[in-house]
């Protein structure tokens, strides 16, 4: 469920100016039934964080690593040491990140949030990750990849070093 595009340029620009936002609604109404329906502004902080991490200049995992996440899809080993060849600020921004979606596909929130672990890397993969091929049958081959690579990450991803960490 996306944001409300005029809440999020407004959270956006709340953030951009430094303010911490106030008022948002519990994500977790997320799982409400049809007949209870999220409110805009519960999933507007989701959509901020994606749109936070897709306008960055240079992607979270540099382009001079791209091709290691796509050989690497499928191998935990191999995906985690890419992880820990990125420069330090992407490899801790990113395992922030992987750290924030390890608490999400904990099965008591799946059952109310209904993403697994399949569904959170299947959004967050392109904010992560970005092909710069112009084909398309490159493009659609490699989104699989980079989802399997994020999903890999989410499940195998040593990230209890960050606990504590703001």
Same mark, same amino acid.
């Given at each position: 469920?996306?944001?409300?595009?005029?809440?999020?340029?407004?959270?956006?620009?709340?953030?951009?100016?430094?303010?911490?936002?106030?008022?948002?609604?519990?994500?977790?109404?997320?799982?409400?039934?049809?007949?209870?329906?999220?409110?805009?502004?519960?999933?507007?902080?989701?959509?901020?964080?994606?749109?936070?991490?897709?306008?960055?200049?240079?992607?979270?995992?540099?382009?001079?690593?791209?091709?290691?996440?796509?050989?690497?899809?499928?191998?935990?080993?191999?995906?985690?040491? @890419?992880?820990?060849?990125?420069? !330090?600020?992407?490899?801790?921004? *990113?395992?922030? &990140? /992987?750290?924030? =979606?390890?608490?999400?596909?904990?099965?008591?929130?799946?059952?109310?949030?209904?993403?697994?672990?399949?569904?959170?890397?299947?959004?967050?993969?392109?904010?992560?990750?970005?092909?710069?091929?112009?084909?398309?049958? @490159?493009?659609?081959?490699?989104? !699989?990849?980079?989802?399997?690579? *994020?999903?890999? &990450? /989410?499940?195998? =991803?040593?990230?209890?070093?960050?606990?504590?960490?703001?």
């Amino acid at each position: 469920v996306p944001g409300d595009i005029d809440e999020v340029n407004a959270l956006k620009l709340q953030v951009d100016q430094w303010k911490v936002p106030t008022g948002l609604e519990d994500p977790m109404s997320l799982g409400c039934p049809p007949s209870r329906p999220a409110k805009p502004r519960a999933v507007s902080p989701a959509s901020l964080l994606k749109l936070w991490y897709r306008e960055l200049e240079e992607p979270l995992i540099p382009h001079e690593f791209y091709e290691q996440c796509i050989a690497h899809y499928d191998s935990p080993e191999a995906a985690v040491a @890419v992880v820990h060849a990125l420069p !330090r600020i992407n490899r801790m921004v *990113l395992c922030y &990140l /992987i750290r924030f =979606l390890q608490v999400f596909v904990q099965p008591a929130n799946v059952a109310v949030t209904k993403m697994d672990v399949s569904n959170l890397a299947m959004v967050m993969a392109p904010n992560c990750l970005r092909c710069q091929s112009d084909d398309p049958r @490159v493009i659609f081959e490699n989104t !699989r990849k980079e989802m399997s690579f *994020l999903r890999v &990450l /989410i499940q195998h =991803l040593d990230t209890s070093f960050m606990e504590g960490v703001l």
